[in-house]
């Protein structure tokens, strides 16, 4: 009897090893009690790039060459004699008031005199401009112009596979070759 109690206890030990190891390897077919994820691979049948287009801008500097005429400065002794003689004349006319159909007795000398001083400042200055030389010279005109090209650019992969007869379809951002790593999810039936 003693070895047959030996014998039965030893089965018992030898059947909880094996429970054990079995229960452990959750991979092997068994599921995790507490719903845990495994992974297998699946089969792809389909791989399609996709791209999106993307507009670039990028600031170029254009530059001219251009011709631009200058003149001298104007010299302020024109503006200063038109003046004096302009002045001189609205102080003659002033004084000497104006004949013809309308009389007009004891003439306005100031305000003659400081209209002729500017009609004559006026025309002195525009002789003296008339008269300045003019001079060329070459100078460089640039502007910031933006410039807009597009490039294409790889966002991702549709990838469809095939996993225990069903298909699917997914977007990875790389190419996965002929399979990809799927997770797998095993819970009880109600």
């Known amino acids: 009897m003693q070895l047959f109690k030996q014998f039965i206890a030893g089965a018992a030990v030898a ?21 845990a994820d495994n992974y297998d691979f699946a089969r792809v049948t389909e791989v399609t790039p996709v791209y999106t287009d993307v507009e670039v801008r990028s600031p170029r500097t254009y530059c001219r060459d251009e011709q631009v005429a200058y003149r ?11 003046g004096l003689i302009g002045a001189a004349v609205g102080n003659s006319l002033g004084r000497s008031g104006h004949r013809g159909r ?5 003439g306005n000398r100031g305000g003659a005199t400081v209209a002729g001083a500017l009609v004559g400042a006026l025309v002195g200055n525009q002789v003296s401009r008339a008269n300045s030389r003019t001079y060329y010279a070459t ?12 490039r294409r650019e790889l966002v991702g992969y549709d990838v469809r ?18 399979r990809i790593r799927v ?7 109600p």
């Open 161 to 178: 596979y095939r996993y225990n007869g069903q298909v699917y379809l997914t977007r990875t951002d790389y190419h996965p070759g002929d």
């Open 72 to 82: 001298e400065p104007t010299s302020p002794a024109g503006t200063l004699v038109g």
């Open 102 to 106: 309308y009389h007009h007795h004891g």
């Open 139 to 150: 100078e460089s005109r640039c502007q910031v112009v933006d410039e807009f090209s597009s």
């Open 15 to 35: 059947a909880l090893v094996a429970l054990s190891a079995t229960a452990k390897a959750g991979p092997q077919g068994y599921a995790d009690p507490y719903g």
């Open 183 to 189: 997770r797998v999810a095993v819970s009880p039936a």
